[in-house]
């Protein structure tokens, strides 16, 4: 029948699709307004996920979706990290 144990979905900020949590890349906003990539998953904040495709950021990046999930400005670096943990997964 199956193992019984239930894989995690969310839904990506960028896309609107549902995906594995462990197919996604959570970006964070603490309490002090620090926005960052959580590669783990587990930092306390407010986060939003994005998938793991080039597509999926430069969407994320151009309708501005990161900014409103988290409520604030997302600089321009967070879409840089996010891509370069894409571009470093796909390599290994």
């Given at each position: 029948?199956?193992?019984?144990?239930?894989?995690?979905?969310?839904?990506?900020?960028?896309?609107?699709?549902?995906?594995?949590k462990?197919?996604?890349i959570?970006v964070?906003?603490?309490?002090?307004?620090?926005?960052?990539v959580?590669?783990?998953?587990?930092?306390?904040?407010?986060?939003?996920?994005i998938s793991?495709?080039?597509?999926?950021?430069?969407?994320?990046?151009?309708?501005?979706?990161?900014?409103?999930?988290?409520?604030?400005?997302v600089?321009?670096?967070?879409?840089?990290?996010?891509?370069?943990?894409?571009?470093?997964?796909?390599?290994?």
């Amino acid at each position: 029948m199956g193992n019984g144990k239930k894989i995690p979905l969310r839904r990506c900020s960028a896309t609107g699709e549902m995906f594995p949590k462990k197919e996604m890349i959570r970006v964070v906003r603490t309490k002090e307004g620090e926005v960052s990539v959580d590669p783990t998953g587990k930092k306390s904040g407010r986060g939003t996920y994005i998938s793991k495709s080039e597509k999926a950021v430069e969407m994320a990046k151009k309708r501005h979706s990161l900014d409103s999930q988290l409520g604030v400005k997302v600089p321009e670096g967070i879409y840089d990290e996010v891509l370069r943990l894409i571009l470093r997964e796909k390599l290994l």
